[in-house]
């Protein structure tokens, strides 16, 4: 029995360390966001870096990248539909968020005179923060918000830094104007336009 206690400890502290780790995520938008409209994306040239490493900054931009393109979005730098921020606020922060109906839901009838209901949230230490402005408009559409990223022994994790950006743009669920019309299957080796 003595031998196995050492043992239960070690696995039970490795499993602790290959766990997934989810934080609390949420998100808000804008009544004039043009949703089904949006075909192209580019980031914000004063984004700045997260942390003072530029893996952290080149993680976030790639997973992000990467998300916007598999939704049908090209990356284009000259007059993109959408720009694409993201922060990191290493203090706890009260921060103001709306109550609003779910976004797939609001979108099928989409009324732009819909009201906002302001809502506080106290963000913990280390939220990160990714917000999408339509150029056009010249505001912000979409954000949404992971917090407790850094503010634990997961700082500066990448694979938890992979988990917290994904967990945030699984909330942005629109595929750009035209990606499944302009979509090629393939079936059967023959191509398949749609």
């Known amino acids: 029995m003595k031998k196995l206690f050492p043992l239960f400890s070690v696995i039970l502290f490795l499993s602790g360390c290959y766990s997934y780790r989810e934080y609390p995520v949420e998100y808000d938008y804008s009544y004039h966001g043009k949703f089904k409209k949006y075909k192209s994306f580019a980031f914000l040239e004063n984004s700045s870096p997260v942390i003072d490493t530029t893996v952290s900054h080149v993680v976030i931009e790639d997973i992000i990248k990467s998300r916007l393109q598999t939704q049908g979005y090209n990356y284009k730098l000259e007059k993109p539909n959408l720009l694409v921020s993201y922060k990191v606020y290493y203090d706890s922060l009260n921060f103001r968020g709306y109550d609003q109906p779910d976004i797939e ?8 005179s819909e009201e906002y209901s302001p809502r506080k949230y106290d963000l913990r230490k280390g939220t990160l923060l990714i917000q999408l402005y339509d150029r056009k408009q010249e505001r912000s559409v979409w954000q ?18 992979k988990i917290a950006v994904r967990s945030i743009l699984d909330r942005y669920q629109f595929l750009a104007e035209d990606f499944m019309e302009n979509k090629e299957f393939v079936l059967k080796d023959k191509p398949i336009n749609n």
């Open 105 to 112: 839901s609001w979108s099928k009838y989409s009324k732009e």
């Open 144 to 161: 949404g918000y992971a917090t407790g990223v850094y503010g634990n022994i997961y700082f500066n994790n990448e694979r938890q830094l």
